[in-house]
Nanobody, 127 residues
């Protein structure tokens, strides 16, 4: 069992920055992927970024956030982060943290492969 708790959402102006955190508790994460997904009103849930818990190098981003968002981890704190820069209104959504043992490099973008989800944190980008 893994419990995930997101924090850090809020209201920010276009061009601004926010950092989201996702703190994990419960069993030790080993061969796991963690990821950020988001869902805007009227839209389906979409992939944002993923990171492998053990691999030091593997990350993957959706094209629209590449170069603006950075996913990272702190193993000691069992926490992942999403640093979001140069935010645009299209980034407005509820952001969810997810964790799972099943994903691979290819399937880590697929929400169906994640067993654990946080409650979500709202990010609103508006002037």
């Amino acid at each position: 069992q893994v419990t995930l708790v997101e924090s850090g959402g809020g209201l920010v102006q276009p061009g601004g920055s926010l950092t989201l955190s996702c703190a994990a508790s419960g069993r030790t994460l080993e061969d796991a992927y963690l990821a950020w997904f988001r869902q805007a009103p009227g839209n389906s849930r979409e992939f944002v970024a993923t990171i492998n818990w053990r691999s030091s190098g593997y990350t993957y981003y959706r094209d629209s956030v590449l170069g603006r968002f950075t996913i990272s981890k702190d193993i000691a704190k069992k926490t992942i982060y999403l640093q979001m820069n140069n935010l645009v209104p299209e980034d407005t959504a509820v952001y969810y943290c997810a964790a799972g043992d099943r994903p691979t490099h290819m399937t880590s973008r697929n929400p169906d492969f994640y067993a654990y989800w946080g409650q979500g944190t709202q990010v609103t980008v508006s002037s």
